[in-house]
């Protein structure tokens, strides 16, 4: 038999081969059911500019989605002993601990004095059973109850936040007038004295807000809340009680910008499923990629976005 020499050329493609291989052979598993509790690492959708990747790497962010279907009541009640699981699944998953409370001590010490920074918008806040979930879990991990405050407006005034060593970021989705949607970048936007500031660009420089001394390198965890989303709104002051829908999920990463585009995919995806239509938001919410790309605050690439979704996965939309 003739002896095959194997040029630079044969070596350099069946390197590019390999990796789509891999690709087909993680789409090619078997879906979970409804039922199953187990962490089921998928990949995300593509967005422009986005491509299919599965493999987790040392450089992507996690984000981990959970939803249980009792988490929220037919009349919109929240369950506070369904959220405060599915908050210990989110950190569990997260932080590679079996444990809830072995993984908020990587989150915070006892010696930490600990905001959480929640939303109060009357029509859709951010909810006590989840703040509460969080603050119960600061505790067992030592931090004292006094060195815990939980505050939207007004947090620069506010002792606690004023000399916070660590923040805790959580607010629910929704479609929003200024920015596109309203997730967890613009949660911050309280810590500045003057909002109109950084509306300009439907709020493209939002980012820069994470920058600031009230709140660099002291958010520990970004928990976007997902119970009852509000998937699309019109006007700054507008809200109908139609466009929330029980998704029932959360969102929980340290990373902020891929915990929002997370969110914001499976916004795009409910606005698609009820109209029918790719509809764009009213506003664009633009402001999520340039927390990446111009700001350099996180990942807003789904290659280097490692999803790892819990629990109940009818109609997840991701």
Request: net charge positive.
């Amino acid at each position: 038999m003739k002896k095959k020499v194997i040029t630079r050329r044969d070596f350099l493609r069946a390197a590019a081969v390999a990796p789509l291989a891999g690709a087909l052979s993680c789409a090619a598993r078997a879906v979970p059911t409804p039922k199953e509790e187990s962490i089921t690492n998928v990949p995300f959708s593509p967005i422009p500019g986005g491509k299919w990747e599965s493999a987790a790497s040392p450089e992507k962010s996690r984000v981990v989605l959970v939803r249980d279907q009792n988490a929220v009541a037919d009349d919109k009640k929240f369950n506070a002993e369904v959220i405060q699981k599915m908050l210990d699944d989110a950190v569990k998953a997260l932080f590679g601990e079996k444990d809830p409370v072995a993984a908020w001590k990587k989150i915070v010490k006892p010696t930490d004095i600990v905001g959480i920074k929640t939303n109060s918008w009357r029509s859709l806040p951010t909810g006590a059973e989840v703040e509460q979930a969080i603050k119960r879990r600061l505790m067992d991990a030592g931090v004292p109850e006094d060195k815990i405050g939980i505050a939207d407006s007004g947090v620069l005034n506010n002792p606690i936040f004023q000399q916070a060593t660590a923040l805790i970021n959580a607010r629910p989705a929704r479609a929003h007038y200024w920015s596109g949607m309203g997730g967890c970048i613009k949660n911050y936007i309280q810590f500045v004295p003057n909002r109109p500031d950084y509306h300009g660009d439907a709020c493209a420089d939002l980012a820069s807000i994470w920058y600031l001394p009230p709140v660099k390198d002291r958010t520990k965890l970004n928990i976007l809340v997902m119970l009852t989303p509000l998937f699309h709104n019109i006007g700054p002051r507008g809200f109908n009680e139609q466009y929330l829908w029980p998704y029932k999920g959360l969102v929980a990463g340290q990373d902020v910008v891929a915990v929002d585009t997370a969110g914001l995919q499976i916004l795009k995806a409910q606005r698609l499923k009820h109209f029918g239509e790719d509809r764009p938001f009213e506003t664009s919410a633009h402001h999520i990629a340039l927390a990446d790309t111009k700001h350099k605050l996180g990942n807003s690439d789904p290659a280097k976005i490692e999803l790892i979704k819990l629990g109940w996965q009818t109609d997840i939309l991701i």
